[in-house]
């Protein structure tokens, strides 16, 4: 059984940062690629970064160069160290897990393991 919990989540002023985490609790972390997708209302849930079973990371166009993932598999935990935040970056961010690439590196979220999410509050 997968839980996924993230973190660190808040409240930040445009060009600032945050450092999200997921915990992943279950088998083997590297058997799953994971990754951070995000939602506001009324919008699809968008993939940001991904990490593939390889450990080969994976950014949507939009936080190239801003934002960088990365995985811990001793201590189990996924982070997103988000920086030069933008209004839009506001959204739901939610944690997510599968060992088919296509559900989570593809950006598609077909993922069988989501986080509850954590909010991030860009304001001007």
């Known amino acids: 059984h997968v839980q996924l919990v993230e973190s660190g989540g808040g409240s930040v002023q445009a060009g600032g940062s945050l450092r999200l985490s997921c915990h992943y609790y279950?088998?083997?972390?590297?058997?799953?690629?994971i990754g951070w997708f995000r939602q506001v209302p009324g919008k699809e849930r968008e993939g940001v970064a991904a990490i593939d079973t390889a450990g080969m990371p994976t950014y949507t166009y939009s936080v190239k160069d801003r934002f960088t993932i990365s995985k811990d598999n001793v201590k189990n935990t996924l982070y997103l160290q988000m920086t030069s935040l933008k209004l839009e970056d506001s959204a739901m961010y939610y944690c997510a897990a599968d060992p088919r690439e296509l559900a989570v590196v593809a950006g598609t979220p077909l993922a069988d393991h989501w986080g509850q999410g954590t909010q991030v509050t860009v304001s001007s």
């Open positions: 279950g088998p083997a972390l590297v058997a799953n690629c």
